[in-house]
Each structure stands twice: as structure tokens, then as C-alpha cells.
Nanobody
């Protein structure tokens, strides 16, 4: 059974940093795209970042967030710097099996339960 478990969320002041981690179990995803989406209350789920052979970022986080992975640990990370109040959301880890579209949530197969990130002004 595949499980994705996120950690590292919390409360931080604007301008601060957080590092999210997502540990996968149940199978190895070294050849699959792993990524992060986020969802704020009353808003649609938004693409944040993805990594496969390259990296991809949503426009709102480019230059501030960095995605990375450790295939030996079956883990993906999201380093978030220069956080803004508008980054407040639940952040979800996800894995895409096959396909080529990194930006749509409908293309992803497995999802974590989410971790809350709150940025105070």
C-alpha cells in the first residue's frame, strides 16, 4: 500500500523559511515525477513544484521555493524561503505515474494527507 507522509509544516512569520518533507512508502518512485500542490480555503488546488528529470515551478513560487528529492530515501523536499502570507495553505505531496503534464492535479496518482503552512504578516 502506497503512503505519502508530509512533515515540516507550521507557523512562520513573513520572510521566514520552512522545509517540507514527504516520505513515500509502499513502492519506489525513483522514475516517477514527485511534486507539491497547495490549497487555501475557498480556493482551487494550485501547482507548486514538481521534479523528475527536471524541475518545474508555479509562477507564484519561482525564485523562492526549491524542490529536491533523495531517491535513496524515497523522499521529496520543498524548501520555502521568503514566505508570504499568501503562501498560507495546506501543502500536499503527490506522485505522478506516467504522463507528461506536471501542472494539473488530475494527472497525479498518489496524494498525501497534507501539512498546514501558515505565514503571519
Amino acid at each position: 500500500q502506497v503512503q505519502l507522509v508530509e512533515s515540516g509544516g507550521g507557523l512562520v512569520q513573513a520572510g521566514g523559511s520552512l522545509r517540507l518533507s514527504c516520505a513515500a512508502s509502499g513502492r519506489t518512485f525513483s522514475r516517477d515525477a514527485m511534486g507539491w500542490f497547495r490549497q487555501a480555503p475557498g480556493k482551487e488546488r494550485e501547482f507548486v513544484a514538481a521534479i523528475n528529470w527536471s524541475v518545474y515551478y508555479g509562477d507564484s513560487v519561482k525564485g523562492r521555493f526549491t524542490i529536491s528529492r533523495d531517491n535513496a530515501k524515497n523522499t521529496v523536499y520543498l524548501q520555502m524561503n521568503k514566505l508570504k502570507p499568501e503562501d498560507t495553505a495546506t501543502y500536499y505531496c503527490t506522485v505522478r505515474i506516467g504522463g507528461s503534464n506536471y501542472y494539473s492535479s488530475t494527472n497525479y496518482t498518489y496524494w498525501g494527507q497534507g501539512t498546514q503552512v501558515t505565514v503571519s504578516s
